[in-house]
């Protein structure tokens, strides 16, 4: 996702007209009951709280919100969970020219790390990639929080955004075809989440994700390829999210 890229566009843009509810639901479930395990009450536990807004914006019914806690504070059965994060990458090479790669990062929550694995080890394999070693592309990444606001539902010049954003201990910001993007230190997303919304700045998203140190073009001749590794990415039951080295 920074990304915040047509790629990552043409993803959130899916995620929004996805009709597999239960699968998305499945995801989004996974995503609290570990983000509960440091403890169930979203007021004392950000992780958690981000994890139920997630859950919110796609009209996840209460009960379920509620089953994911209980499941991940201990309170009721089920396969434990585990959060891994793996590391892909994609060759993608021009006509007559260099070859560039991709870079993933992959969060997946899965009751099978070992399944899980092989799974995305295939799948990266079918489409001409490999699944790296930890440390071979996440180099190229760093950890941030990020907020996105909607253009539409800004109720203030961007001049004075920018002002809030470095009250509130932002490091950055850019700007997308719908959305403005506000990046922070994962430690400061809460007290920058909190500031924003105290003055009335309705949040899209917030979370923390790997952010490309440099990123690059895909070649047309490889855009159909890395969509087809995308799209089954974005389909497999354990990726809780990936990112992308892409502009």
């Known amino acids: 996702m920074s990304g915040h890229s047509k790629w990552a566009t043409t993803k959130r843009k899916k995620e929004k007209i996805d009709q597999k509810r239960g699968s998305a639901f499945t995801k989004l479930a996974n995503a609290i009951s570990v ?9 004392m536990n950000f992780g958690l709280r981000l994890a139920i807004d997630r859950a919110k914006a796609v009209s996840m019914p209460k009960e379920n919100i509620d089953r994911a806690i209980l499941r991940g504070s201990g309170g009721a059965g089920g396969a434990q969970l585990s959060h891994t994060v793996y590391e892909g990458f994609l060759p993608c090479r021009q006509a007559g020219g260099p070859s560039s790669q991709v870079a993933f990062m992959i969060e997946a929550i899965s009751d099978n790390s070992n399944r899980t694995f092989n799974e995305l080890k295939h799948l990266f ?10 440390g071979a592309v996440g180099w190229m990444f760093e950890r941030k929080g990020v907020i996105a606001v909607k253009n539409e539902k800004l109720k203030m010049n961007k001049e004075e955004l920018e002002l809030k954003m470095i009250d509130f201990g932002a490091d950055d910001f850019s700007e997308g075809e719908d959305e403005i993007y506000i990046y922070t230190k994962p430690e400061n997303l809460h007290a920058l989440k909190d500031g924003l919304e105290k003055e009335g700045i309705e949040i899209e998203s917030a979370g923390v994700e790997y952010i490309a140190k440099e990123k690059i073009d895909v070649p047309p001749e490889a855009e159909e390829k890395l969509q087809k590794l995308i799209d089954e990415l974005e389909e497999h039951q354990d990726v809780a999210e990936y990112f992308m080295n892409l502009k």
């Open 35 to 43: 983000a509960a395990r440091s403890g169930a009450d979203p007021e």
């Open 125 to 134: 394999a079918d489409h001409g990639g490999n699944l790296a070693s930890p």
